[in-house]
Structures are given as structure tokens and as C-alpha cells.
């Protein structure tokens, strides 16, 4: 099993920016993927990012692009999600979530491990 725990959410006016971990523990392991999702009020779960276990290679849904950063520090067990230009359509719960492999990367289905989620709440 793997535990996931998300921190550093918060409330942030339109174009701040927010940084948040994910710490994992367990039975954590290189052939993992971590990726983030998030859920507004009312919406479908969706995709935010991800970074692959295989080959580092990381990819953003187009809304978040050029704006949110994905990185890993292996050592630590870390990920970390830096959030810039934030809008206040970002607001949502932002999980992480992980699983093995490098395929279905978009669905949340096909991820085995879940944290708890931080809200994140971006003011007009």
C-alpha cells in the first residue's frame, strides 16, 4: 500500500500562487506515476498533471499549461505542484494520486492511490 498526504492549499487572490506536496509513503516505489487532479463543486474529478515514472516526462491539461509545474525529488518521497497566475477557475479540492505505469495517465480511474485532498480557493 501507498499513503499519499497533500499539503499547502489555501486561499489566494487571482494571479498568486500557491505551491503543493504530496508525501508519500508505504510501499512507495520508481515505477509509480504521480499526477494531480482536481474536483470543483459540482464537476467531474479532472486531470491536471502528471509526471511519469519511467522517464521524468511530465505533461499539463491545456488549462493549467505554462502556468502550474510538476517536480519530484525522489529522496524525499515528494511531489510538489507549483501553481503561478492563479485564476479563480483553479479553485477546487487538488489530489494526488498515483499508479503504476505510464499508460491511462488522464483517467482517474486507473490510478490506484489517493491522498485526501487540499482545497484551494483563488479570489477574484
Known amino acids: 500500500q501507498v499513503q499519499l498526504v497533500e499539503s499547502g492549499g489555501g486561499l489566494v487572490q487571482a494571479g498568486g500562487s500557491l505551491r503543493l506536496s504530496c508525501a508519500a509513503s508505504g510501499r512507495t516505489r520508481s515505477t509509480l506515476s504521480v499526477g494531480w487532479f482536481r474536483q470543483a463543486p459540482g464537476k467531474e474529478r479532472e486531470f491536471v498533471t502528471v509526471i511519469l515514472a519511467s522517464t521524468g516526462y511530465v505533461y499539463y491539461a491545456d488549462s493549467v499549461k505554462g502556468r502550474f509545474t510538476i517536480s519530484r525529488e525522489n529522496a524525499k518521497n515528494m511531489v510538489y505542484l507549483q501553481m503561478n497566475s492563479l485564476k479563480p477557475e483553479d479553485t477546487a479540492v487538488y489530489y494526488c494520486?498515483?499508479?503504476?505505469?505510464?499508460?491511462?495517465?488522464?483517467?482517474?480511474?486507473?490510478?490506484?492511490?489517493w491522498g485526501q485532498g487540499t482545497q484551494v480557493t483563488v479570489s477574484s
Open positions: 494520486a498515483a499508479k503504476e505505469g505510464s499508460d491511462s495517465i488522464w483517467v482517474p480511474n486507473e490510478y490506484d492511490y
